[in-house]
């Protein structure tokens, strides 16, 4: 038994340090091109205000994409939360809806928006499309996870006055998680919201977009810009969002 | 079906009648284990039993709210045990339940909860949005008087006492217009005075709507203060069926089993 911690730790440090050469990790590396670093933010300073209204118009735009993105998969979340939760989804359904929305939630976002932009070409559109395609999926499984911690009493209850399997559901379950179904909701506004920022990066719009074309052209000036307008505008979601969450639960 | 087979026995007609039930709960835990019982409309019937004994097993049976392994039930003359799932649906209507944990929907409105017990009988796409007949939202409404909440209609469930959200549940009952109540161990969650106050409820809605009441206890003075008839169980098996006062210390020990407590 107390050899357990030992061997643990043994293998643990053998792990890491194979993970340190192989990903050539190398702190030494890292210290001769912090002065890069330097020269880079250096060069972003003072930020070029003249790009300020593009950057607004992208930083809006990807707003957009988030958050008709996350009010669609919000809605379409809904059905497949209740037949991916154990205890309302009878077995038939309950067994093939994890599967599906196990796999599709292992594709990011951004692999999504690469999908649809080859689909459906470069704008704005694709991104609302990888965004609702991510996020109804990832929202199923909070929801289902929170049918599962429902309290049974109330159902039950419910469940004896005669009421059907979706009067149930609709009397019994959903009252119990309808606020936290609103809190996750805004909580995957928020990461959509910083997911969205970088979707330009593969044509799906908005301010990564523009970002990205300051970077290429080097203007770091204007890049720098964009930086501030996306870390201002997911700061300011984020303390409107967990404003409102709080209210929620 | 059933219904068309000759009487021989002369009326009252049976509101409760349970033959061979036995159950075994999941994996393989034995709650009721053969138990006979007729009750007859009016009767005010506490199953007594200290816990464990099969009392809430034997409540949930009768609406099928746990799924009966063998034997019978019929409640007012319909066969519970077989029903296809409408049938069964339409039978649950007229049979109201209380609990001991009151089980409303805590974030929902003092007469939302009453109106679930109409959810019944109200059409079903409607009452999805949460419409409600005017003559359904009445019902409820005097379900709330007759428990004295009416002022009350308008709260969240949750803001209110134990007592009163029993009270609630118990309004919740009325609103299905059952012709038979269970409630299972309706008190275990209050203090004296309000299990008091709770079970003069039960007695009075007995009395005045006629109500067939089958009720769980496990303090024995409160049952022998307001049952007409005390079932006795222990182990999944009926050991007494009688009058509270044919109750004695004997039959008490033998129900709670002091002997190998």
Same mark, same amino acid.
């Given at each position: 038994?107390?050899?357990?911690?030992?061997?643990?730790?043994?293998?643990?440090?053998?792990?890491?340090?194979?993970?340190?050469?192989?990903?050539?990790?190398?702190?030494?590396?890292?210290?001769?091109?912090?002065?890069?670093?330097? #020269?880079?933010?250096?060069?972003?300073?003072?930020?070029?205000?003249?790009?300020?209204?593009?950057?607004?118009?992208?930083?809006?735009?990807?707003?957009?994409?988030?958050?008709?993105?996350?009010?669609?998969?919000?809605?379409?979340?809904?059905?497949?939360?209740?037949?991916?939760?154990?205890?309302?989804?009878?077995?038939?359904?309950?067994?093939?809806?994890?599967?599906?929305?196990?796999?599709?939630?292992? $594709?990011?976002?951004?692999?999504?928006?690469?999908?649809?932009?080859? +689909?459906?070409?470069?704008?704005?559109?694709?991104?609302?499309?990888?965004?609702?395609?991510?996020?109804?999926?990832?929202?199923?499984?909070?929801?289902?996870?929170?049918?599962?911690?429902?309290?049974?009493?109330?159902?039950?209850?419910?469940?004896?006055?005669?009421?059907?399997?979706?009067?149930?559901?609709?009397?019994?379950?959903?009252?119990?998680?309808?606020?936290?179904?609103?809190?996750?909701?805004?909580? &995957?506004?928020?990461?959509?919201?910083?997911?969205?920022?970088?979707?330009?990066?593969?044509?799906?719009?908005?301010?990564?977009?523009?970002?990205?074309?300051?970077?290429?052209?080097?203007?770091?000036?204007?890049?720098?810009?964009?930086?501030?307008?996306?870390?201002?505008?997911?700061?300011?979601?984020?303390?409107?969002?967990?404003?409102?969450?709080?209210?929620?639960? | 079906?059933?219904?068309?087979?000759?009487?021989?026995?002369?009326?009252?007609?049976?509101?409760?009648?349970?033959?061979?039930?036995?159950?075994?709960?999941?994996?393989?835990?034995?709650?009721?284990?053969?138990?006979?019982?007729?009750?007859?409309?009016?009767?005010?019937?506490?199953?007594?039993? &200290?816990?464990?004994?099969?009392?809430?097993?034997?409540?949930?049976?009768?609406?099928?709210?746990?799924?009966?392994?063998?034997?019978?039930?019929?409640? #007012?003359?319909?066969?519970?045990?077989?029903?296809?799932?409408?049938?069964?649906?339409?039978?649950? &209507?007229? $049979?109201?339940?209380?609990?001991?944990?009151?089980?409303?929907?805590?974030? +929902?409105?003092?007469?939302?909860?009453?109106?679930?017990?109409?959810?019944?009988?109200?059409?079903?796409?409607?009452?999805?949005?949460?419409?409600?007949?005017?003559?359904? &939202?009445?019902?409820?409404?005097?379900?709330?008087?007759?428990?004295?909440?009416?002022?009350?209609?308008?709260?969240?469930?949750?803001?209110?006492?134990?007592?009163?959200?029993?009270?609630?549940?118990? +309004?919740?009952?009325?609103?299905?217009?059952? +012709?038979?109540?269970?409630?299972?161990?309706?008190?275990?969650?209050?203090?004296?005075?309000?299990?008091?106050?709770?079970?003069?409820?039960?007695?009075?809605?007995?009395?005045?709507?006629?109500?067939?009441?089958?009720?769980?206890?496990?303090?024995?003075?409160?049952?022998?203060?307001?049952?007409?008839?005390?079932?006795?169980?222990?182990?999944?098996?009926?050991?007494?069926?009688?009058?509270?006062?044919?109750?004695?210390?004997?039959?008490?020990?033998?129900?709670?089993?002091?002997?190998?407590?």
């Amino acid at each position: 038994m107390s050899r357990g911690p030992a061997a643990v730790a043994f293998v643990a440090a053998v792990v890491l340090g194979w993970l340190v050469w192989d990903t050539g990790a190398d702190p030494v590396r890292l210290a001769r091109g912090l002065p890069w670093i330097a #020269d880079f933010l250096r060069r972003m300073m003072p930020p070029d205000l003249e790009v300020l209204p593009s950057a607004l118009t992208g930083a809006l735009k990807t707003a957009e994409i988030a958050l008709l993105g996350t009010a669609v998969a919000a809605v379409l979340a809904l059905p497949l939360g209740f037949v991916s939760a154990r205890n309302v989804a009878p077995a038939a359904l309950f067994y093939p809806a994890r599967a599906i929305l196990n796999f599709f939630r292992s $594709i990011d976002t951004l692999v999504y928006a690469l999908i649809f932009v080859a +689909a459906v070409g470069l704008g704005p559109f694709p991104g609302v499309l990888a965004v609702i395609a991510y996020t109804t999926t990832s929202l199923a499984k909070l929801y289902s996870e929170a049918i599962e911690g429902i309290d049974p009493g109330p159902v039950g209850a419910i469940t004896a006055t005669g009421a059907t399997r979706l009067q149930v559901l609709r009397f019994g379950v959903l009252p119990q998680v309808l606020p936290l179904f609103l809190s996750y909701v805004l909580y &995957r506004l928020e990461t959509n919201i910083r997911a969205a920022t970088v979707l330009g990066f593969v044509g799906a719009g908005g301010i990564g977009f523009y970002l990205q074309t300051y970077l290429r052209m080097i203007d770091y000036r204007a890049a720098s810009t964009a930086l501030l307008v996306t870390v201002l505008m997911v700061m300011a979601v984020d303390a409107l969002s967990s404003r409102l969450r709080r209210r929620l639960v | 079906m059933g219904d068309a087979l000759p009487r021989t026995a002369a009326p009252p007609r049976a509101m409760v009648e349970v033959a061979g039930l036995r159950v075994v709960l999941p994996p393989d835990t034995v709650a009721l284990d053969g138990v006979d019982l007729t009750v007859l409309p009016g009767e005010f019937v506490v199953i007594l039993g &200290r816990s464990g004994a099969g009392k809430s097993t034997f409540l949930r049976s009768l609406n099928r709210l746990v799924e009966p392994t063998a034997g019978s039930i019929r409640v #007012d003359g319909r066969a519970v045990t077989g029903a296809a799932p409408a049938e069964l649906r339409e039978i649950r &209507r007229h $049979i109201g339940m209380i609990f001991q944990q009151f089980n409303l929907v805590r974030r +929902a409105s003092v007469m939302d909860n009453v109106l679930a017990g109409r959810l019944g009988y109200v059409p079903m796409l409607s009452s999805l949005v949460g419409r409600f007949p005017s003559a359904d &939202r009445q019902l409820a409404l005097d379900g709330l008087a007759q428990v004295g909440l009416a002022h009350l209609a308008a709260r969240r469930a949750d803001t209110l006492s134990g007592g009163e959200q029993q009270r609630v549940a118990i +309004a919740r009952a009325l609103a299905q217009s059952p +012709a038979l109540v269970l409630a299972d161990e309706p008190t275990a969650s209050l203090d004296p005075r309000l299990t008091a106050s709770i079970m003069d409820l039960l007695r009075r809605i007995n009395v005045e709507r006629g109500l067939t009441l089958v009720v769980s206890q496990h303090q024995i003075e409160t049952a022998l203060a307001y049952a007409t008839r005390i079932v006795g169980l222990r182990r999944g098996r009926v050991r007494f069926d009688g009058p509270p006062a044919a109750v004695t210390a004997a039959v008490a020990a033998e129900i709670y089993g002091e002997d190998d407590a």
